[in-house]
């Protein structure tokens, strides 16, 4: 199985940027495709953004469109999520996630329960 750790969280002004990390140890890390969810208190948990093993297909939220990118360095087991032009409204713990593929699938999902593994999540506070 694989641990994943985030880091990068914090609190911004509405229109900056932030960079999220997840760092994963354990299975070869490009044996996995990896998401972003994100929580906001009260709120169900939702996704983000994905990405497959190899980093060629990406998907994002329709609300993050443009505005966060995500990506991956299989050679540092690291997958990121950059996120500019926030707003109040992204406010919430971004939480990673990576889901086991076999073979050479390039699978990505939006999912949640598609994910067997998950980090403890980063909290992300935008002020307006």
Partial sequence: QVQLVESGGG?????GSLRLSCAASGRPFSSYAMGWFRQAPGLERQFVAAISRSGGTTDSADSVKGRFTISRDNAKNTVYLQMNSLKPEDTAV????AKRLLGNSEYVTKILGEYAYWGQGTQVTVSS
């Fill in 11 to 15: 609190l911004v002004q509405a229109g």
């Fill in 94 to 97: 971004y939480y990673c996630a």
